[in-house]
């Protein structure tokens, strides 16, 4: 939520919904922001449904897009032109991956918040390059914070 607000994000993309928790405060940061859009990808059912509820429950569905099936599929077409925050908290051998489908969207200085982002090497690696085009941190126990260069 804080980093979402601080950022004035209005553009926000997750892998890896869930119950829908992270989305439930990504949502709320857009909403305190003035409004926005979320896009975020779910591979089970079951998890879709019950984020959905949580929203409704919030009363935050109105700003959240909730895509159902393999992220791969789901985030390879119809993203906005420009990113604000990226959350990776899905299968963490994907980061990578998922990162390559959004990376030309995401706008200079662009967050992207890994969780779990030791179990992703190949990702790590890619964020900490001087060559990478980010500036990357660790982040808490487990999380990478990075911000897209120019």
């Known amino acids: ?86 959350l990776l908290d899905g299968a963490k051998a994907l980061y990578p991956e998922i990162l390559s489908l959004v990376e030309s969207r995401l706008r200079p200085g662009a967050l992207v918040i890994a969780d779990n982002a030791d179990f992703s090497p190949e990702y790590l690696e890619r964020v900490r390059s001087l060559a990478g085009g980010y500036m990357s941190t660790p982040f808490g126990d487990d999380v990478e914070l990075s911000m897209r260069l120019g």
């Open 1 to 86: 939520y804080m980093l979402a607000r601080s950022t004035g994000a209005r553009i926000i993309v997750e892998f890896g919904t869930s119950s829908g928790i992270s989305t439930l405060y990504l949502a709320a940061a857009l909403r305190d922001n003035g409004g926005g859009r979320l896009i975020t990808t779910e591979f089970e059912p079951s998890k879709v449904m019950r984020a959905k509820a949580n929203l409704a429950e919030g009363g935050l569905i109105d700003l959240v897009e909730v895509r159902e099936g393999d992220a791969l599929e789901t985030l390879s077409a119809d993203l906005p032109e420009r990113i604000d925050l990226l």
